[in-house]
């Protein structure tokens, strides 16, 4: 029986995506766990929104992993080179979305924090002082600068 290109990293990718399925149902499991005993609804929000990330991610990486170990055993070395060049891919894309996925709902807090009003107006102590230069003839190098009160509305 001829295995791939060859038969030494067939336990590594076993054990990746036995490893992968174990501690991403064990955090699911515990987070979940935690949601029900919660009494704040604030917290048991965020530990739902915490469970739907790592079940995202988690699904991602472990459906890349099944689908290189089982193209392992083929004699197709297209599909084992392109299904491990997307595998590192996804992985990083599978961590990335975590983080992006925690910043998202950070940003949508501060948001809410703000009574929903998003990014606020930018706000100056004193207006700005206009003026206006007049030059008096072609030949001056120096121009004439008089402060102008009618350039902006008050």
């Known amino acids: 029986m001829s295995v791939g290109p060859g038969i030494a990293l067939i336990p590594f990718w076993g054990s990746t995506v036995v490893l992968n399925a174990y501690c991403t149902g ?66 990083a894309i599978s961590f990335n979305l975590i983080l992006i996925r925690i910043a998202q709902s950070r940003a949508e807090g501060e948001e809410t924090k703000h009574n929903g009003a998003g990014l606020s107006a930018m706000r100056f102590k004193s207006k700005p002082v206009m003026v206006s230069v007049e030059y008096q003839s072609s030949l001056d190098t120096e121009p004439t600068v008089y402060p102008s009160s009618s350039h902006y509305n008050v």
């Open 26 to 91: 064990l955090l699911i499991w515990r987070i979940h766990q935690a949601s029900k005993e919660g009494e704040n609804m604030t917290m048991v929000k965020q530990f739902r929104h915490l469970l739907r990330i790592l079940v995202e991610s988690g699904i991602l990486y472990l459906a890349i992993s099944i689908a290189h170990f089982f193209v392992w055993f083929g004699q197709n070395n297209f599909a084992i080179q392109t299904i491990g060049g997307m595998n590192s891919i996804i992985m």
